[in-house]
């Protein structure tokens, strides 16, 4: 095997992420290359496609999701996710044992009396139902007919059936009351182990081609899948797989001919969205942060800011300066005078992109920044 240090591990990171420079991609085949994009916030996708994609235009985004082309549901650590239409029954199905015992087995759910059967035997006539989109009040209301009128069924089915979010035409075209729809294909059986672990292992494959060279505790920290599984899948996809060791000694498994930059090469200044997946696909969190400023972005309420990436690392957050005139820069480590220049850049390519659709982006978390330490640095970057 051979050894890879972590400035290499780090720079294959940012080529899977399309963050060593924009490329020229479709959204479809972007979405695919980064297997996921965070969406618990509405516009983090379209952030997330603008920091990698050359000449991103947002509507591309809003026509792939109206098309069905890019969905977003209830998928990796059981959040939403966007991710494309090709990949979400594999998706799904991989993280099956995951969804149903994050619902399933939850006390909130367990409490009301409901069985794990009971949640079974509507799943058919419900995605029967969601043939068109419907809201939760309209969810909860069918099941009540039913006799279910707890809504933790229906918070448990939205997560773990086969259903996505359907687009509300919002400026992100979601919004925070979502509306559900059956996804178009059949739930999978609950007991069937062997088709989510063969869904697993063609996952494993598309994690790595994202987010390798990988650890199986790292698939395990995006996915929130148990180590003893993954690793039994992995062991399984033998030679289909490529085996490096880590600096720290463990063991990074790879997919064969996947990019590994030299760790010297230049990686360009970006922001962010929140929750960007690079800080969440590794249980070794260094590979992207370090320690110490990790918990001033990920908050300890799992809130995690709108980041600040130099050099390939972290290093601060953003957001729209408050008088709604730029985009405010706090950053935790000192910032070189060129990575400050192409901060700038992004600053006014972002408050371009932004236009009319959304000025006060992210405006919900502002609290966060009256909770910062004394010693940073903060600027205000002007549009064009």
């Given at each position: 095997?051979?050894v890879l240090?972590?400035?290499t591990?780090?720079r294959a990171t ?5 963050l060593l ?6 959204v479809?085949?972007a979405?695919?290359q980064?297997l996921a994009l ?6 983090s996708?379209y952030l997330g496609?603008?920091?990698r994609?050359?000449g991103f235009?947002?509507?591309?985004l809003?026509a792939?999701f109206a098309?069905g ?6 998928l990796a650590?059981?959040t939403l996710?966007?991710?494309?239409a090709a990949?979400?029954r594999t ?7 995951t ?5 399933l087995?939850?006390?909130?759910f367990?409490s009301t009396?409901l ?10 006539d419900?995605?029967?139902w ?7 009040a309209?969810a ?8 279910y009128?707890?809504?933790?069924l229906?918070?448990?089915?939205r ?5 996505r979010?359907?687009?509300t035409?919002s400026?992100?075209?979601?919004d ?26 063609v996952?494993?494959?598309?994690y790595?081609t994202?987010?390798g ?7 395990a920290?995006?996915?929130?899948v148990?180590r003893r ?10 030679d289909r797989l490529?085996?490096?060791e880590g600096?720290?000694?463990r063991?990074l498994?790879?997919?064969p001919?996947?990019p590994?930059?030299?760790?010297d090469?230049?990686a360009?200044a970006?922001?962010l969205p929140?929750?960007?997946s690079?800080l969440f ?13 990790r918990?001033w972005?990920i908050r300890r ?6 980041t ?7 290093v601060g ?6 008088d709604g005139d730029g985009?405010e820069?706090?950053?935790f480590r000192p910032?070189?005078d ?20 959304d ?8 609290r966060?920044?009256g909770r910062m330490?004394?010693?940073v640095?903060r600027a205000v970057?002007?549009?064009?």
């Amino acid at each position: 095997m051979s050894v890879l240090d972590d400035r290499t591990c780090n720079r294959a990171t940012l080529a899977r992420q399309l963050l060593l420079g924009r490329v020229e991609l479709g959204v479809e085949d972007a979405v695919r290359q980064v297997l996921a994009l965070q969406a618990q916030e509405p516009a983090s996708p379209y952030l997330g496609l603008w920091a990698r994609v050359a000449g991103f235009d947002p509507a591309d985004l809003d026509a792939a999701f109206a098309a069905g082309q890019v969905v977003k549901a209830t998928l990796a650590r059981i959040t939403l996710h966007a991710v494309h239409a090709a990949d979400h029954r594999t998706f799904h199905l991989a993280m099956q044992p995951t969804l149903r015992a994050a619902n399933l087995d939850d006390r909130r759910f367990t409490s009301t009396g409901l069985t794990a059967a009971d949640a079974d035997g509507v799943v058919d006539d419900l995605l029967g139902w969601l043939h068109e989109p419907r809201s939760n009040a309209e969810a909860e209301a069918w099941l009540a007919e039913r006799g279910y009128d707890d809504p933790m069924l229906w918070s448990s089915l939205r997560r773990y059936a086969p259903v996505r979010h359907a687009p509300t035409g919002s400026p992100w075209a979601f919004d925070r009351r979502p509306v559900h729809v059956a996804a178009g294909f059949a739930p999978p059986a609950p007991d069937d182990v062997a088709a989510a672990d063969e869904a697993l292992g063609v996952l494993v494959e598309r994690y790595l081609t994202a987010f390798g060279p990988a650890s199986v505790a790292d698939m395990a920290q995006f996915l929130l899948v148990p180590r003893r599984r993954l690793t039994v899948v992995v062991e399984g996809l033998g030679d289909r797989l490529v085996r490096h060791e880590g600096s720290d000694g463990r063991v990074l498994h790879d997919v064969p001919g996947a990019p590994l930059p030299d760790g010297d090469v230049p990686a360009p200044a970006r922001l962010l969205p929140m929750w960007d997946s690079i800080l969440f696909a590794y249980h070794a969190r260094s590979r992207v942060v370090d320690d110490d400023v990790r918990p001033w972005v990920i908050r300890r309420n799992g809130d995690t800011l709108p980041t600040v990436l130099v050099d390939g690392r972290i290093v601060g957050v953003w957001r729209p300066a408050p008088d709604g005139d730029g985009v405010e820069v706090t950053t935790f480590r000192p910032v070189a005078d060129d990575a400050w220049v192409g901060l700038a850049e992004e600053a006014a390519s972002l408050l371009e992109f932004l236009g009319d659709r959304d000025p006060n982006l992210y405006g919900r978390y502002r609290r966060w920044w009256g909770r910062m330490p004394d010693d940073v640095e903060r600027a205000v970057l002007p549009g064009a």
